[in-house]
């Protein structure tokens, strides 16, 4: 008589490592985020000028603008592979795609806190609502709402699906906080780059421009950096569990 | 053990029980049985507290329903239709759960040897909302036991247990029997009724229309008496 | 497909207009909103008059929230939905059936409420009634339509009745941010019309793209 | 009628299905038997297209599975575990709606009839929600079968019914065969199943163990083989 | 008694902590109610400022409300609450059980939403920080048992996810209007402090009275 329920149940053949590309990678893109980092910032505290008005509390802006353009990329990147993943439902897209939607809620939440110690200088408040604010706001609570959706219970593929319309669906905010200062007239918010309703675009001083742009590239290259390794990270969780439940049913027969 | 008398429920204006009169010895095992919507699920129910009869009288173990819902409730075991199962928790945290509810002093003991008894120990730690249909009725099972009751109420303990979990079922029924446990069992499989109860109560339209003693597990004469009572008449 | 969506509209109506629950909960929830902001603001103080578009809107999104949740998760007794599931037609046309439902209801708790509103709080509109209706219409479709859809996404969770807000409010935002403005404009400030028109184009144009993006997502969603 | 081959489906890390290879022909009626746990539902889910297999192709008529979505799912009607019916609608209505759903003609009165097959026309137009279980799983049936299906996947369909009904489905299962109807049923009473099938498929641990015609009701043919597979092995 | 209380409450926390779900889910909705309340309302406008003691506490009843509905919506699933009910313990205890695990959370979600509002609001405190709390928790206190007590009596009903609100409302708005006029004397105007000592006595009174009642009554409503 069986008095159990035999608990045979086969795990998967184990996927062959994604990661059939030479390890070197992820130490050259370190090594290029260091030097790209280090140039940062030196170019934002030694070389750029410091501004008339607000004085060295401006050095913030390189940081604020590289992390929100760092952020609108990883949400670019979730975006694309979002669509990727309906249509070729490989689990490895569904990785790229969370894992730059995590890296993407970080960078907006550091927008997020510098943003407000700079208006605490610059405004003397930590928060007003105003289109730029509010949009950025909203973004941050878009991913973190795909967050959630992550969370939720069930098997991977049904999440990955939902995150994955989500996160097509969420892209929406992106353009919208960008141009947000351009459609709409912002009292406080600043433009520099192109013209807003109510404003011009301040432009900034040629140093302080090559500062910007080394800043940017830094954070984007930290950005690949932490994509890469994510998901190298994600796919060792996964192999884990693999070997996790063969392991368990080894043991149990 | 269980004394009925004159039993009546009604919902709105329609009448599910109508006067059932009964009276059940401790130690018996006896089974309910009757066609779809005759009233024996809401018996049962009754019997579990958890419908007020609308009038009549009902004690279990001399102690009358309306009054001493406590003492009454940690004696019987109740299984229905449904699972009365937490889904995002597993077997043994389930059973812990209801274990510690009803004061049983060594509940997560008693827990991992009924997941054993059952026949799901590989799935101890597994969340029960994955499970198969069989595999949840196992775990009502090991549920409606876990503090040794006194009576046992099942509404259909059979469905969706397979041939190994019928017989584990079935050995549980007698071994807590010898022990002295009553049972109450619904069921519409006529085998099952016949090996394990040694006696037969039939129920149709709200009213106890049989009730006789089996011996020697005479599945003919219940299916011969059901027959008669049920489809003979109508 | 349409057929079907009909169909499915029918059945959601027709057993609301044999209970009336949903949208009983949803009018007299309306009317508790008002209650509510009529303590917080005193009516009688006539500055703020000036919060009446946005008190129309948080009305419309808070019963609109509830009767959202309702759709979906009614189709979960008893595995319904499965059953829909396995039926004959595109899933489209289950978001189509269950948006022409919920939209419907949303327009009659409006109908109701907001004339309420108005009479409680003695407002005068001095703008034009015609465009204030069209910005209802416009505000209650988008938010109707992106709602059905993420109600549908929501109802894989378990506790989708907590989620659905959370994916809801940010993604409509751009949406009420619009509609509260043209409304605040249309019915106080018709100077500004122009901006206000301005807000209704860039509503509309995300009620278009939004619409035909849900259309087009929903099979994914619905995907078992 | 229907062609599966090297079908899996896992959940997670879990594999569920492992590799079924299996081929029905237009006519047959197919009892799948197995312990609990085994993915008999699971298998019956991903041929009603509720659940998309891991790998491998299931054909329908000629027809795959992931393609041919709309037509799949006018062929078949599906019994599950759970009734599928709208709580607070009457009979009729359900009927009426899912009949519309379908694209049956004349809708009303294929429920009616339908209705009465399964003996509940006292209950035609009372909402389904205070029913009792064997009566909601008449009207699933009824449900399942609304539009006439050349494949019927019924998972469990005795559950909860009486005698008299019992006898009423297997005449609609033996009639329906007789129109050239498909029929896969999952069950755990080898006693229908012997009954009404006429080639038993035995599924454990996801994979199919056995399989093998039926003739002349052997009873005891089915019961000695599930012992040989299941617990013989064992 | 209060020994099964404690174990009710233990499971669902437990199950909370497993999932971090619902608690997760009701911070975030707070942050979204702020949102929400902000471009409903202009909160550059400096009179907008008077209603954030408002805004507190529709945050508390809004986010509240979810979690109590989740709080026996959550014993829906298998008839878990049956399981309950033929358990061997007073009905009261079921009651105690789910009050505690409501109002820990409670208690949690406004600990992280609350000094973001402040924020966000840049809003400044010139009042009595302890007396703030204290009138945070007798409110909450009030609201949550209140609320528990509903939230059964509405777990009855097809669709109780809509009717706990339409039942909540009326019934919490003395405890609300109480604490919202405390909140606002402690936290703009002290001179005034007396007067909100007299809305805490009368709030705590109302607490203690309806906590004695619900205690006495929650038999009838979870009677079967
Ligand atoms: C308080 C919260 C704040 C948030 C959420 C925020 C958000 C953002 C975001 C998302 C961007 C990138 C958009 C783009 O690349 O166009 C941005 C750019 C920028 N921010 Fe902020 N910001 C905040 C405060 C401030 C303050 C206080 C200042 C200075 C007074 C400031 C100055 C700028 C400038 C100059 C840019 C570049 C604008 C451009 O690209 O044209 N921000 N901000
Ligand atoms: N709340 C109610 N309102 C109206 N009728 C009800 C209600 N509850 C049960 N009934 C009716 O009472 C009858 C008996 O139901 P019950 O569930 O006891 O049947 P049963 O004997 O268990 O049947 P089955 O064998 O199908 O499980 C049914 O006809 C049912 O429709
Ligand atoms: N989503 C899931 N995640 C993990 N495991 C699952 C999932 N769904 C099903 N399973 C597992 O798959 C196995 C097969 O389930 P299935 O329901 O098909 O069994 P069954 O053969 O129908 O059993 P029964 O006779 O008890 O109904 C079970 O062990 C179950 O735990
Ligand atoms: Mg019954
Ligand atoms: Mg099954």
Redesign the pocket.
């Given at each position: 008589m069986s008095m159990n329920l035999e608990r045979e149940k086969a795990t998967l053949p184990l996927s062959e490592s994604a990661d059939a590309k030479s390890p070197i990678l992820p130490k050259i893109l370190l090594g290029i985020t260091i030097v790209l980092i280090l140039t940062a910032i030196y170019l934002t505290f030694m070389y750029a000028d410091i501004e008339k008005t607000m004085g060295v509390v401006q050095k913030i802006f390189y940081f604020h603008v590289g992390s929100a353009a760092t952020a609108f990329t990883a949400f670019f990147v979730t975006f694309i592979f979002s669509i990727l993943y309906l249509v070729k439902r490989k689990r490895i897209f569904d990785t790229y795609a969370s894992v730059s939607a995590e890296i993407g809620l970080i960078f907006t939440t550091l927008v997020l806190t510098t943003g407000p110690i700079w208006a605490k200088s610059a405004w003397n408040t930590w928060w007003v609502w105003e289109p730029r604010l509010t949009t950025t706001l909203i973004l941050w609570f878009i991913y973190m709402a795909y967050m959630m959706i992550r969370q939720m219970d069930g098997v991977w593929d049904k999440k990955a699906r939902l995150c994955a319309v989500f996160g097509i669906i969420g892209f929406t905010d992106v353009p919208i906080v960008f141009f947000a200062i351009r459609w709409w007239q912002t009292k406080f918010h600043p433009i520099v780059f192109g013209n807003g309703v109510s404003q011009k675009g301040g432009g900034i001083a040629d140093n302080m421009l090559v500062a910007l742009i080394v800043s940017i590239f830094a954070l984007l290259s930290l950005y690949t950096y932490l994509l890469n390794r994510g998901v190298e990270f994600e796919n060792m969780k996964i192999k884990v569990d693999q070997y996790k439940e063969k392991l368990r049913e080894d043991l149990e027969n | 053990m269980i004394e009925i008398k004159k039993l009546t429920k009604q919902?709105?204006n329609?009448l599910?029980?109508r006067g059932i009169d009964l009276s059940i010895e401790k130690g018996e095992t006896v089974a309910i049985l009757?066609?779809?919507?005759?009233?024996?699920?809401?018996?049962?129910?009754v019997l579990a507290t958890l419908i007020k009869p609308s009038s009549g009288l009902v004690k279990i173990n001399g102690l009358d329903l309306k009054k001493n819902h406590l003492e009454i409730k940690k004696l019987f075991g109740y299984l229905p239709?449904s699972s009365l199962l937490y889904d995002h928790y597993s077997p043994l945290e389930n059973l812990v759960f209801f274990g510690k509810l009803y004061g049983v002093t060594n509940a997560e003991e008693r827990a991992i040897e009924l997941v054993k008894e059952v026949g799901l120990s590989f799935f101890l730690n597994e969340p029960v909302k994955n499970f198969s249909r069989g595999m949840i009725q196992r775990i009502a099972i090991a549920r409606s036991i876990v503090h040794e009751p006194e009576l046992l109420l099942l509404?259909?303990p059979h469905t969706g247990l397979d041939q190994g979990a019928i017989s584990i079922l079935n050995n549980v029924i007698l071994s807590m029997k010898a022990k002295g446990t009553t049972t109450l069992m619904?069921t519409?499989d006529f085998k099952q009724a016949a090996e394990i109860c040694d006696r037969i109560i039939i129920?149709k339209n709200?009213k106890l229309v049989d009730d006789f003693k089996l011996e020697d597990r005479a599945l003919n004469l219940v299916s011969e008496k059901y027959q008669l009572q049920v489809e003979g008449v109508s | 497909m349409i057929k079907t969506a009909f169909l499915l509209a029918k059945k959601d109506l027709y057993s609301e207009l044999k209970t009336k629950q949903v949208l009983t909960t949803m009018i007299i929830f309306a009317g508790l909103v008002i209650l509510v902001f009529s303590f917080a603001f005193d009516p009688a103080n006539n500055t703020t008059k000036a919060v009446i578009p946005g008190v129309i809107w948080v009305i419309v999104v808070f019963s609109g929230i509830l009767g959202l949740n309702r759709s979906f998760l009614s189709e979960q007794r008893n595995d319904t939905m499965q059953g829909l599931l396995i039926a004959p037609m595109d899933a489209s046309s289950i978001y189509l059936g269950k948006f022409l439902a919920n939209f419907t209801m949303m327009l009659v708790v409006e109908l109701v409420s907001i004339p309420f509103l108005f009479l409680l709080f003695d407002f005068k509109i001095i703008g034009s009634i015609p465009y204030f209706i069209l910005i209802m219409f416009i505000g209650s479709f988008g938010f109707i339509s992106i709602g059905t859809f993420l109600a549908a996404l929501a109802a894989n969770s378990k506790s989708s009745e907590m989620l659905l807000p959370l994916l809801l409010f940010p993604v409509t935002s751009p949406i009420l941010i619009g509609v509260v403005q043209a409304t605040r404009i249309i019915l106080t400030n018709m100077e500004k019309f122009s901006s206000a028109l301005a807000w209704i184009q860039l509503v509309s144009a995300y009620d278009v793209i939004f619409f035909v993006l849900c259309f087009l997502l929903i099979e994914y969603v619905l995907e078992v």
């Open positions: - | 919902a709105d329609k599910i029980l009757g066609p779809n919507g005759a009233g024996k699920s809401t018996l049962l129910k239709h509404d259909e619904v519409h129920i709200g | -």
